[in-house]
């Protein structure tokens, strides 16, 4: 999970990142809006990672 965290805090403009025990969650405060496909290219180094969107 550190290894997600620290890419995930590489991210241009994210200030911080909570990521829930059994990895259901994750929640990224930033100055801007992260898009997806960022998302997607920061977790693609490991397969058990999958980001979707949560519809409101």
């Known amino acids: 999970m550190e290894k997600l965290i620290e890419k995930l805090l590489a991210i241009n403009s994210v200030l911080n ?3 829930s025990s ?3 969650h994750v929640l ?3 100055k ?3 898009t997806t496909e960022t ?3 920061v977790t693609a180094y490991d397969e058990k990672y ?3 969107k ?3």
Do not use: G, M, R, Y
Request: glycine share 0%; proline share 0%.
């Open 17 to 19: 990142v909570s990521i």
């Open 22 to 24: 059994n990895f259901a």
């Open 28 to 30: 990224l405060v930033s």
């Open 32 to 34: 801007n809006e992260i």
């Open 39 to 41: 998302l997607h290219e």
């Open 50 to 52: 999958t980001i979707k």
């Open 54 to 56: 949560i519809k409101n």
